[in-house]
C-alpha cells in the first residue's frame, strides 16, 4: 500500500480512508491514478468504458523512440533515428526515404507470397529431382 500512495503522492492512511468507504478519492487523486497506471478516469470514477483506453498514438510514438534511444551509442536504430531527427520536416529527403520504405514493403510482400506458394506450405511434397 505505501508503494501505491507514494505513487500517487498521497499517504498510506488516505488509501486506508478510501478503501473503508469514509472518502471517496478526489479528482485529484483519480487523475494521479489514471496517469500513473495507465487507467481511464472514466471507469475509475462511474466503472464507463473501457478500463486501459488503447494508446494514444503520438504517446506510443514517444515511447518507442524513448526505448530505441536506450541502446548502445553506436546501434543501427539509434544512428538512424539521430540522422532522421536531423532532417528538416519538410526536407527532400523525406521522399528518398519514402520511396525507398515503399520499395522494401513491396519486396516483403513478394516475398511472403512466393513463401505461402511453396509446396511445404500447401500440404504437398516437394517433387524429387
Not at 487523486?29 to 489514471?34: A, E, G, M, Q, V
Not at 513478394?110 to 509446396?119: K, N, V
Amino acid at each position: 500500500m505505501r508503494d501505491f500512495a507514494s505513487r500517487i503522492c498521497v499517504s498510506p492512511s488516505s488509501i486506508s480512508y478510501m478503501e473503508s468507504d469514509k472518502s471517496g478519492a478526489s479528482p485529484q487523486t483519480l487523475r494521479s491514478i489514471s496517469r500513473e497506471f495507465g487507467v481511464s478516469e472514466d471507469w475509475l470514477r462511474d466503472g464507463v468504458g473501457e478500463m486501459r483506453p488503447p494508446p494514444d498514438r503520438d504517446a506510443e510514438l514517444g515511447r518507442m523512440v524513448a526505448s530505441l534511444f536506450q541502446e548502445r551509442p553506436e546501434g543501427f536504430r539509434r544512428r538512424l533515428l539521430t540522422l532522421l531527427l536531423s532532417w528538416a520536416p519538410d526536407g527532400p529527403e523525406w521522399a528518398l526515404l519514402e520511396r525507398i520504405v515503399l520499395d522494401l514493403q513491396a519486396e516483403a510482400a513478394s516475398t511472403q507470397a512466393i513463401q505461402q506458394d511453396t509446396p511445404q506450405n500447401l500440404g504437398e511434397s516437394a517433387p524429387i529431382k
